[in-house]
Nanobody
Framework: QVQLVESGGGFVQAGGSLRLSCAVS???????MGWYRQAPGKQRELVAS???????NYADSVKGRFTISRDNAKYTVYLQMDSLKPEATAVYYC??????????WGQGAPVTVSS
C-alpha cells in the first residue's frame, strides 16, 4: 500500500518561511511528485511539480518564492516556501505518481500565513 506522509505545516507570519516534507512509502517506482493546495472555498490547485528526470514546474503565483526539491533515494519531496503571503493560507497536499499522473495523495498539511 502506497502511503504519503507530510510534515512541516503550521503557522507563520507574512514574509516568513516554511518547509514542507513528504515521504513516500510502499513503492519503488515514482515519477512525478508535487504539491497541491486548497484554500477555503476554492478549488485545489497545483503549486509545484517535479519529475524523476529533474523537470520542475511552478504556479505563476509562487514562482521565485517557492522551491520544490526531491531526494529520490529517500522517496521524499520538499517544498521550501519563502516570502509567504496571506493568500498562501491553505491545506497543502503532497501527490505522487508512477507515470505523469498523480495517483497517490497525502493527508494534507495546513499552512496559515497571518498578515
Amino acid at each position: 500500500q502506497v502511503q504519503l506522509v507530510e510534515s512541516g505545516g503550521g503557522f507563520v507570519q507574512a514574509g516568513g518561511s516554511l518547509r514542507l516534507s513528504c515521504a513516500v512509502s510502499g513503492t519503488f517506482i515514482i515519477n512525478v511528485m508535487g504539491w497541491y493546495r486548497q484554500a477555503p472555498g476554492k478549488q485545489r490547485e497545483l503549486v509545484a511539480s517535479s519529475t524523476s528526470g529533474g523537470m520542475t514546474n511552478y504556479a505563476d503565483s509562487v514562482k521565485g518564492r517557492f522551491t520544490i526539491s526531491r531526494d529520490n533515494a529517500k522517496y521524499t519531496v520538499y517544498l521550501q516556501m519563502d516570502s509567504l503571503k496571506p493568500e498562501a493560507t491553505a491545506v497543502y497536499y503532497c501527490a505522487a505518481g508512477r507515470t505523469s499522473v498523480y495517483t497517490y495523495w497525502g493527508q494534507g498539511a495546513p499552512v496559515t500565513v497571518s498578515s
